[in-house]
Nanobody, 128 residues
């Protein structure tokens, strides 16, 4: 069993910052077995991959739209993944989802198919 629970969403003005957290739990979960990712989905748009932290501990992906502004990181002791979001823009408004996937290739981990466990999401709204 793997359970993921996101938190930290809210409303923030453009240019502001927000930090999201994803708490992972379950007997089979460990960062050495799973890669972690953040996705987001805005109304009427497809789900978009934001960032990936691989099972090796390396950050292997950031979407071009968030490079230099967002940072994904993990806390092994707390089994928690974070997404620090700075210089937020209106186009960052979306529901943000945490996802976990078993070891796979980088190409697979850049798609939704690479992840078998998902949180329910947390809303981020950026006002302009």
């Amino acid at each position: 069993q793997v359970q993921l629970v996101e938190s930290g969403g809210g409303v923030v003005r453009a240019g502001g910052s927000l930090s999201l957290s994803c708490a992972a739990s379950g007997r089979t979960f460990s960062f050495s077995r799973y890669s972690m990712a953040w996705f987001r989905q805005a109304p009427g748009k497809e789900r978009e991959l934001v960032a990936v932290l691989s099972w090796s501990g390396d950050v292997i992906y950031y979407a071009d739209s968030v490079k230099g502004r967002f940072t994904i990181s993990g806390d092994n002791a707390k089994q928690t993944v974070h997404l620090q979001m700075n210089d937020l823009k209106s186009e960052d408004t979306a529901v943000y989802y945490c996802a976990a996937g078993l070891k796979s290739t980088n190409s697979v981990l850049r798609t939704s198919r690479g992840y078998g466990h998902w949180g329910l999401g947390t809303q981020v709204t950026v006002s302009s």
